[in-house]
């Protein structure tokens, strides 16, 4: 198996240049859906997050990650506490996953908070996708709905470009028409392909 930690900041176009892998042959891994998995109805941690953040995350039974996000990116100590939760949850979904795959696959993992939460697995190739935050805030603001404040809580929320850039093997600039972006992407994966032959060879 040939393992890319596909990382970058938000809304700066991980999603887009993963999907392209994929329809290339990639197997695309989502961190996010893990991470969601990790939370799931009657989980033990789901458990422990009523424990921490109480009923107002709740509607009924079911968690309202809208009004705990707005929680968890106004207080970096209860993020921090939530993170505890999830991360090690879905180092272990991840791992499950990696394990069942065929051993020629060419693996996608798309994980946002890679520098953050000190993913350790041992990726052949780690990739950031990078765009200026005006960029950033402009697109969270039309794609997600969120105001501006929101969009910069959660840009600041995260690993600077610097931190990214020192952790990765490559970086795509997603400041650009998204055209040449794919493009980008593309040139890159075609350069994988060859990598992971010379690796399965050795």
Known sequence: MYLIGLTGGIAAGKSTVAKEWASLGGIEIDADELAREALADN????????????????????????ALAQVIFGDPEKRIALESIVHPKVKQLAKQRFSELPADSIVI??????VEASVDNDFD?????????????ERLVKHRGLTEEQATLRIDSQATPAQRANAADEILNSNQPIEALLKDARQLWSKIERLAETNASN
């Open 125 to 137: 190739l780690v990739v950031t996708v990078e765009a200026p935050r005006d960029k950033q805030i």
């Open 43 to 66: 989980s033990e941690e789901l458990s422990k997050v009523k424990e921490i953040f109480g009923d107002e995350v709740f509607d009924g039974k079911t968690l309202d990650r809208k």
């Open 109 to 114: 993992y798309n994980v946002p908070l890679l």
